[in-house]
């Protein structure tokens, strides 16, 4: 287990990290002009310190290292390292401790191997790996990559994060922004220069505004109350609200980053019930950086829908009421020593947070495509809805689909929004039993149809497991109503094969792969990724274990691979069945999900008078007509592809899927109205 979680380990750092950036150091610098030459002063004179330390082996100072302390309000910097093997836990956590609360005896502590990780990752700002003996400051990499991806799941403040890589007398500092890490070329510290540029970065560190450490200053963590405090643009204003955790979490090391509170206006107050009735979604979506022209824009989409859907009672809770909120804007300076008080307010991009010639540093890299723009946006909307995995059974699910399709038909019929990103963390429920309504969040992969010819409307767009197949092969045709039934279809699978809760006891849920920035192409026509290679040659020993479920080729290679592999899944009902003989007998009402998805393909793939719409797999026109011949020009008989063919009616299947999926949801609710079933509050309510 170890070694795969090590060998992941090193291939997302081949995948994601841009090596030799300089300047990075330079994001630390403190925007405050006396926080700046303080800690320019004070840098100096640890330096001092220390070289004075080396070269006349001084045994005590503490007197006059602890004089050396400013007034200016800064933080302490404390290191606190763990006990147990080392490919199991973080070697060096660093916290920074206000001064006042700082007391002689406390810079280093050991916590023992018995404290858990997750305590102190959330007081961490940034992690330190360690590697000795011989071993490069390379190896260091893999571990500090794993272990910082704890750092945004605990904190729900978390913007972007920093780390340390020690291997030997080599250290590398190392940024990890919303797409990708940044390394710093190699400090010597084995050098007095090397000494003094490490020293000067613990120092900023100590002196610089929170925004600089990575941390959100429009969402203050209140540890001692235990609730969040939330600011949210709505029309100019700033409003606060109050949250007492996240519902969903940061899970992965790049991405959107997604967080969602459930929040009130009112603050909570010790001893009372706390009862939200706001959602809000914090997120780093690709997006254009000029916000005239972002067309996948979330507020945008849900004032659209707001205005279409509101006053339509059949469709209450069923949607995301747009209440506030867009792109978030940050007070500060850029490339550090910006000076003043004041500051310029800019958007917060995976661009803005960095340094003029970092960008620059970045577009002259000839490793890596450039990665996308990312905007931090955060929404607010009323109703609030629970994650499908407290649902009691899968007739609650198929109900909850059913409202979740239908509210995405109507806002494709009546506001020409296309979804995109159907996914098991898109759809949300309120209720219980025969009156369970499902909720579509999430639009920022969003697309209107009056704007699909200016948008990337050709962009791979969804979580992995559930995308369709021609978004997986990058879209020979634009994205369709049918895209998202297929991974309507690809969910159910999904929760028939590993459930939705832990305690169905059904088979474990793989990890799904995070997103890579993928290499460009060598001479020789490599740019195959290590994961990839190292996925294909386990596979067929794979398949032949008793453990081994269909449903995992879709996350398991490239992309390429998990298209032929759902090609071949849906294409003949046999086929489609090794996926449905695999759900777990142990899900809750797993016969009706069974049924459900054999159903919704034979909608989508068999019931066809055209003959060129069924089936999956592209096939050779000759095949239906022996009398066709090439085209002039070309020795290759032409092909027919079923989903471009389908695609051409796309309104009128999906129609046809919605009105089967609700002939089947209206059966359940009749089995749920004579079992009268109902499920608990969730304790976030």
């Known amino acids: 287990m170890h070694s795969t979680r090590k060998q992941e380990a090193m291939e997302m750092v081949e995948d994601y990290i841009f090596r030799g950036i300089e300047g990075i150091m330079d994001l630390a610098i403190p925007d405050n002009k006396e926080a700046m030459k303080t800690a320019s002063e004070l840098g100096s004179s640890i330096s001092a310190l220390i070289e004075s330390l080396l070269l006349e082996d001084i045994a005590d100072v503490s007197g006059d290292s602890q004089s050396k302390i400013p007034e200016h309000k800064c933080r302490i910097l404390k290191a606190v390292s763990a006990d147990g093997d ?46 000795t003996g011989g071993q490069g400051v390379y190896a260091a990499l893999p571990q500090l990559f794993r272990y910082t991806r704890g750092i945004y799941a605990e904190q729900y403040h978390r913007r972007f994060s920093w780390g340390i890589a020690v291997g030997g007398k080599y250290v590398q500092i190392v940024f990890f922004g919303p797409n990708y890490a940044l390394a710093s070329p190699s400090i010597n510290i084995g050098q007095k220069e090397g000494r003094a540029q490490l020293v000067m970065l613990l120092v900023n560190w100590s002196f610089c505004e929170s925004h600089r450490l990575g941390y959100d200053p429009d969402i203050v963590c209140h540890t001692t109350s235990d609730y969040y405090e939330i600011t949210v643009d709505q029309d100019g ?70 205005g279409a859907l509101c006053g339509d009672d059949s469709f209450n809770d069923k949607y995301p009421e747009y209440h506030g909120g867009g792109r978030v ?134 979580t992995l497991p559930f995308m369709s197949i021609n978004n997986l092969e990058g879209g020979k045709i634009e994205h369709s109503l049918l895209d998202d039934w297929e991974s309507l279809i690809y969910i159910i699978c999904w929760i ?128 239906e007509d022996p009398f066709a011949v090439s085209s002039p020009g070309n020795e290759d008989l032409d092909t027919v592809d079923p989903f471009v063919e389908r695609h051409k009616d796309a309104e009128n299947i999906a129609g046809r899927m919605l ?7 209206e059966k359940a609710r009749m089995v749920l109205e004579k079992e009268k079933g109902t499920i608990g509050t969730p304790p976030f309510l």
């Not at 007391?103 to 992690?127: C, H, V, W, Y």
């Not at 009105?659 to 949801?665: G, N």
Request: charged residues 30%; positive net charge.
């Open 86 to 131: 080392d490919d199991s836990r973080v070697d060096i956590y660093l916290n920074l401790v206000p001064v006042a609360q700082y007391t002689i005896g406390t810079l280093a502590t050991n916590p023992g191997s018995a404290e858990r990780q997750g305590p102190m990752l959330k007081d961490a700002f940034a992690l330190v790996e360690v590697k």
């Open 237 to 306: 204003s700033p409003t606060t609200y109050y949250s007492r955790s996240a519902v969903v979490s940061a899970e992965r090391l790049f991405g959107r980053h997604t967080r969602c509170f459930v929040a009130s206006a009112d603050k909570p107050v010790p001893g009372s019930v706390f009862k939200p009735d706001i959602f809000i979604k914090d997120a780093w979506p690709e997006a254009a950086e000029d916000a005239a022209i972002d067309y996948r824009d979330e507020s945008r989409h849900l004032q659209r829908i707001k």
């Open 329 to 462: 804007k940050i007070e500060r300076h850029f490339g550090g020593g910006g000076g003043g008080e004041g500051g310029e307010v800019a958007e917060d991009t995976s661009m803005s947070i960095l340094s003029k010639s970092i960008c620059e540093q970045l577009d002259r890299h000839s490793q890596r495509k450039k990665p996308p723009l990312r905007v931090h946006k955060r929404i607010c909307t009323k109703g609030i809805g629970k994650p499908l995995k407290f649902a009691n059974s899968g007739l609650e699910i198929i109900c909850i689909l059913a409202d979740a399709m239908e509210c995405h038909w109507e806002i494709y019929r009546r506001c020409g929004i296309l979804h995109r990103d159907i996914s098991t963390n898109n759809i949300l429920f309120s209720g219980s039993g025969s009156r369970v309504k499902g909720m579509l969040i999430d639009f920022d992969h969003a697309i209107c149809k009056k704007d699909k010819d200016m948008a990337r409307n050709f962009e791979r767009t969804g």
């Open 496 to 623: 028939g094969t590993y459930g939705w809760r832990r305690q169905d006891n059904a088979a474990k849920e793989p990890d799904i792969p995070e997103r890579r920035i993928v290499s460009k192409p060598t001479e020789s026509g490599g740019g195959k990724s290590q994961r990839s290679t190292r996925i294909n040659q386990e596979k067929d020993s794979q398949r032949n274990k008793p453990e081994f479920k269909w449903i995992s080729r879709w996350i398991d290679s490239t992309l390429s691979v998990c298209a032929d592999s759902k090609r071949s899944d849906l294409h003949e009902e046999e086929l489609f069945l090794r996926i449905t003989k695999q759900f777990d007998s142990r899900v809750p009402s797993y016969k009706h999900l069974k049924y459900l998805a054999r159903e919704l393909r034979k909608v989508l793939i068999d019931n066809h008078r055209d003959i060129n719409q069924r089936g999956s797999v592209s096939r050779l026109q000759s095949e």
């Open 659 to 665: 009105d089967t999926l609700k002939d089947i949801a």
